[in-house]
């Protein structure tokens, strides 16, 4: 059994960032945590989307089908998160290990991201050589960036909903793709089945624990590649912690073995003080967000262009 496998990983990143929109820039932003890997697309005076994946195998590369619709109205920001397979570079032996790391590297990022797009003055020495060249210097804290959009898939949802919570002046509006640990737990057969893939990781593990997961409907044959060559990477456990309020759009698959749809649905309604509610039909947790209906991405853009 091989181990992790670098050149073929991003070899199939690549294969699936080239269906991103062609304006696609590369941002790579300098943190106390290491440096955060960015594709970015739509007009630099729109207003800003910051987009997290999930954990496991999933990517900044996973917002692909929903890039070219929400770049049309806002510039998109899609990070790779540290500890997790991608391109962003973590400092050696500084990851972000608790919640309050995770609130301290968004809001770094934020920072930085205002910078390199000229949102607070920055005096416009950041190089831009296109798809793989655009560097400045990290945020500082100082503040004055104008309020982002932040929506997250799975893993990304609670990061999401935990830095609305600590920053809710920074978050213009919120939208969680059947985030996990937010409003319910996992399903004890779907730990059980992720357990094998967990312990121990390979390609045909991944791809087996999916196709469960997912029925085979909706799996991207590209994204599954992707994902079975993160097969391996070396990830630290990921960060959790306490469930935050925040006013949200919450999307949860009908078909998510991962968690109880509907209780997630009850619970965020009880739970957030302002939340909109969609139940996607026919589709599964992992299937996400490629296999989102074009009706979701619509009500997406949608209530991410009211005002307020």
């Known amino acids: 059994m091989g181990g992790y496998d670098g050149d073929a990983f991003h070899a199939a990143y690549d294969e699936v960032m080239a269906r991103w929109p062609d304006d696609r820039q590369v941002l790579r932003v300098p943190t106390e945590f290491g440096t955060t890997y960015v594709n970015a697309c739509g007009p630099r005076d729109a207003p800003p989307l910051l987009l997290l994946p999930g954990g496991g195998g999933a990517t900044s590369a996973s917002w692909y089908a929903q890039a070219a619709l929400l770049a ?9 998160l540290f500890g997790a397979p991608g391109r962003s570079e973590a400092a050696p032996g500084r990851p972000p290990r608790t919640a309050a790391d995770l609130d301290t590297w968004i809001d770094a990022l934020l920072d930085g991201l205002d910078e390199l797009d000229g949102r607070t003055g920055f005096d416009g020495r950041a190089r831009l050589d296109g798809p793989d060249g655009l560097r400045g210097p990290g945020g500082d804290g100082t503040g004055g960036a104008r309020p982002i959009s932040l929506g997250g898939h799975s893993y990304g949802g609670w990061i999401a909903l935990r830095y609305a919570l600590h920053a809710p002046a920074r978050v213009r509006r919120l939208f969680l793709l059947d ?17 094998p893939m967990l312990v121990r990781p390979t390609p045909s593990r991944v791809r ?6 997912t029925g085979g409907a909706g799996l991207d044959p590209g994204a599954l590649r992707l994902q079975e060559a993160a097969a391996g990477f ?6 959790t912690g306490a469930r935050p309020d925040a006013r949200a759009l919450l999307a949860v698959a009908a078909r998510s073995r991962t968690h109880d749809a509907r209780a997630v649905a009850a619970r965020a309604e009880e739970a957030l003080r302002d939340v909109e509610t969609v139940v996607v039909a026919d589709v599964s947790h992992h299937a996400l967000p490629p296999a989102a209906s074009p009706a979701l991405d619509r009500r997406l853009s949608d209530f991410l262009a009211v005002s307020g």
Do not use: I, K
């Not at 087996?208 to 997961?213: K, R």
């Open 72 to 80: 049309s109205a806002h510039r998109v920001y899609a990070a790779d």
């Open 179 to 195: 985030p996990t640990q937010c409003f319910a737990g996992y399903r004890p057969a779907y730990l059980l089945r992720a357990l």
């Open 208 to 213: 087996a624990f999916l196709e469960w997961e």
């Open 234 to 239: 070396p990830a630290p456990r990921p960060v």
